[in-house]
């Protein structure tokens, strides 16, 4: 199994907690209905999980461990949501009986596991047949921005080779495709969207979070004692995040890969 290489600093979660349907999950949106019950694998804070939780009969939460369960924990509490229940599961071998859920959903999860390919016939397996499987994952490697900054171009290299080392893929999104294929799914859609940060409010905001990211973040300390970056070069990192938030020219996409997997 992969370690998780974003962690869960307040950096992070500043990042994950902006997610909703809307902006993470339109893909998935037209499949949903009232009866549905959905699993969601690597729930996070839990935003997306409680949108799911509004207009669908039932949702299970999955993470790794307590403390990152927790969170989608306790937003659900926070919004008086009953229609959800929460377990620890490793998406390789889901404790889930066989067809247990109508739609299995996991938002950014498979770059960061071990074998995306086992973790796909997993939640095959627990899908109900004619039910769907739906996974969106960004792909870093083409990530675009301007102005062109060096210290960003080796944000991005040093970002790619932590996730590897991780037992990752952070260029993901481009292989959705073929790793549902390869889990033995026949019917497969797949799509794509992007996200764009290009307004000041925007700008200040994913700069600012990858300004404090690449210093705070479990990934700073992994480059750090790695040795794959000093904390020098960190620092210089999260100051070209800054410059290219200031620069009212900046703009960023980043691009994400969309299943649906018919079962």
């Not at 839990?46 to 939460?61: E, L, M, P, R, Y």
């Not at 800054?242 to 994400?256: N, T």
Request: proline share 4%; aromatic share 8%; net charge negative.
């Amino acid at each position: 199994m992969a370690s998780y290489t974003h962690g869960h600093h307040e950096s992070v979660l500043r990042s994950h907690n902006t997610r909703d349907i809307a902006n993470s999950a339109a893909y998935l949106r037209p499949h949903l209905t009232a009866a549905t019950r959905l699993l969601d694998v690597g729930a996070g804070p839990g935003t997306i999980t409680a949108d799911f939780a509004g207009i669908v009969a039932h949702v299970t939460a999955t993470e790794i461990d307590e403390n990152a369960l927790s969170l989608s924990r306790d937003l659900a509490g926070e919004r008086g949501l009953t229609n959800l229940a929460f377990s620890i599961e490793d998406v390789h071998a889901l404790s889930f009986p066989d067809a247990s859920f109508d739609v299995v959903h996991a938002h950014q999860v498979l770059q960061h596991v071990g074998d995306p390919v086992q973790a796909l016939r997993e939640m095959r397996r627990v899908t109900a047949p004619g039910g769907i499987v739906a996974a969106r994952d960004a792909d870093y490697a083409g990530f675009i921005w301007f102005p062109i900054l060096p210290e960003l171009d080796r944000w991005l290299t040093l970002y790619q080779a932590a996730a590897r080392a991780n037992g990752g893929e952070p260029d993901a999104g481009r292989r959705l495709l073929a790793w549902a294929r390869a889990a033995g799914f026949e019917e497969v859609t797949a799509t794509a969207s992007t996200w764009c940060y290009a307004s000041p409010s925007e700008r200040a905001w994913w700069g600012g979070m990858w300004a404090d990211r690449i210093l705070e973040s479990a990934l700073a300390r992994q480059l750090v004692d790695s040795e794959l970056a000093t904390r020098a070069e960190l620092q210089e990192i999260s100051d070209a995040w800054k410059r290219w938030a200031d620069d009212g020219d900046g703009w960023y996409l980043v691009p994400h890969g969309e299943i649906i997997a018919r079962v």
